[in-house]
């Protein structure tokens, strides 16, 4: 289906709306990722629509739910859970959920279509991990089955903040997130991917970056916050 | 309750300290947003549980996410309620689409015994689209107010307004076209 600007307008404002289901709505989040033009058609009617939400009653919700939001948020400062069991409760919750987080919330994916001549048969990934703020990709990402390079090169990416690093993760389809690193600053950014690794990712295509203390997470698993999720797509 | 422009530059102060970890700025942001999240979450899915895991990670994402805020999404507010009500949409079609659950929500069409919409929802979003839903027919504001309020499908919609699905949809098409033309007057 083409993106004309009148589809575009109709399916922006049911998408918001909620009344685009299915398939539709899967394909719709796809042009988001793909455009700008649709992704502010979809903020202006965010934005309008979003009024309505104002007007609603107010209903105070159960102490349990704030209790819930610290606990998968901090888990490691809970009181009656051990760290490591909270961790692994809070991973449980939370990774399942990412599909969703890459699309609904304020972080938009781009597609990246990186043109190469191939001559041989070559499985290739390809994506870009973005803001929505700033106009360029922070990082390219590119993985070839060819050479099981899964490379990341920053374009508008920055330095963590002091005390801190940048670390890399497969987020498979179901289970914990798998750490391909800490980023280095500056330079493209090289992991080879062993089978296993590259059959996680090639099944997922989700990549995720959090923010961890220097070195990387001490858990194996994020601590930090989770900077940005990518979905990877086939060249 | 209508929320003025202090009240929004208050929000925006409070999700620029959570962009910066602030955890006492995220407390006072739920404090302050919460309340309306969950009205919004438990009118739209209509049961407590699903209401509560929605704005729970609701919660969780402006954490993640309150960087990545900016102008051209609406009002902080409406981000944030905006993020709350997708996440409860995905719950909602989440449980739906377990085969054990399919006719929790049938019952719920079927037991509005003042009509799905209620007039207070009905004068609420009259006021706040600046008057512009007025200018729809009844039929097209109400499956627009339905759908946003209330989460209906196209099913659910075609059940409750006693229409053919397809005239439902169109209702909604032209709606939110018609809608925009006044918006953008």
Known sequence: MK????????????????????????????????????????????????????????????????????????????????????????????????????????????????????????????????????????????????????????????????????ELWIVPADGQPLSLGVIPVGGTYQVTLDDETRALLSNSRTLAISLEPVGGSPTGQPTGPILHVAKLYEL | ??????????????????????????????????????????????????????????????????????????????????IARYRTLDLMRNRKSRPTSGDAHLERVADERDGPLDESLRVAGTAELRGCLDELSETQRDSILLSYYRGFTHDELSEALSSPIGTVKSWIRRGLMALKRCLER
């Open chain 1, 3 to 166: 993106k004309t600007p009148e589809r575009i307008e109709a399916l922006a404002a049911e998408y918001v709306l909620g009344s685009l289901h299915g398939a539709a709505r899967r394909r719709f989040e796809r042009w988001m990722m793909e455009s700008v033009r649709v992704r502010q058609e979809v903020w202006f009617w965010e934005e309008k629509l979003g009024h309505l939400g104002a007007r609603i009653e107010e209903e105070q919700p159960p102490a349990s739910v704030w209790a819930g939001i610290e606990r998968r948020l901090w888990p490691q400062t809970g009181n009656a859970v051990s760290a490591e069991a909270a961790n692994d409760a809070s991973g449980r919750w939370f990774w399942p959920g990412w599909s969703m987080l890459a699309t609904a919330a304020a972080l938009v994916l781009a597609v990246v279509l990186v043109q190469q001549p191939e001559p041989e048969m070559d499985d290739r990934l390809s994506g870009a991990i973005v803001q929505a703020d700033v106009s360029d990709p922070l990082w390219l990402v590119s993985e070839s089955s060819l050479d099981r390079q899964l490379k990341l090169r920053p374009v508008a990416a920055t330095a963590a903040q002091q005390g801190k690093d940048y």
């Open chain 2, 1 to 82: 309750m209508v929320t003025s422009n202090s009240e929004q530059d208050d929000l925006m102060g409070l999700l620029i300290a959570v962009s910066r970890e602030d955890r006492l700025a995220f407390q006072r942001l739920y404090e302050k947003i919460s309340g309306r999240m969950f009205g919004l979450c438990l009118k739209l899915a209509s049961q407590r549980d699903l209401a509560e895991e929605a704005v729970q990670d609701a919660f969780v994402q402006i954490w993640h996410h309150a960087g990545e805020y900016h102008s051209e999404r609406g009002a902080p507010l409406s981000w944030m309620l905006t």
